[in-house]
Nanobody, 127 residues
């Protein structure tokens, strides 16, 4: 069982940047597509970005395209989410996810069916 631990959340002003990290345990990190999802209060968990096993394929929600960048370092068992030009509507708990499906499939799958999740990290963007 792979465990995921997110870090890097916090409070930032609109227009600022944050970098989230997600460290995975286990030896087979490079076998999994990875993703970031978020959940705002009173809303369902939603797709933010996913990345393929080798980092060659990435997918983004329209709401973050051009502002967020997902990347991974398989040698460090870590996936990142660089968030720039943050907006108050980006405020949410951000979750790291992992699954054996492709990054493209992960981007459209309902979150309840995705295999593994981290505990989440809070991102708050003030106006």
């Amino acid at each position: 069982q792979v465990q995921l631990v997110e870090s890097g959340g916090g409070l930032v002003q609109a227009g600022g940047s944050l970098r989230l990290s997600c460290a995975a345990s286990g030896r087979t990190f490079s076998s999994y597509a990875m993703g970031w999802f978020r959940q705002a209060p009173g809303k369902e968990r939603e797709f933010v970005a996913t990345i393929g096993r080798n980092g060659d394929m990435t997918y983004y929600a329209d709401s973050v395209k051009g502002r967020f960048t997902i990347s991974r370092d398989n040698a460090k068992n870590t996936v990142y989410l660089q968030m720039n030009s943050l907006k108050p509507q980006d405020t949410a708990v951000y979750y790291c996810a992992l699954d054996t499906i492709t990054a493209q499939a992960m981007a459209v799958m309902r979150p309840r069916y995705i295999g593994s999740w981290g505990q989440g990290t809070q991102v708050t963007v003030s106006s």
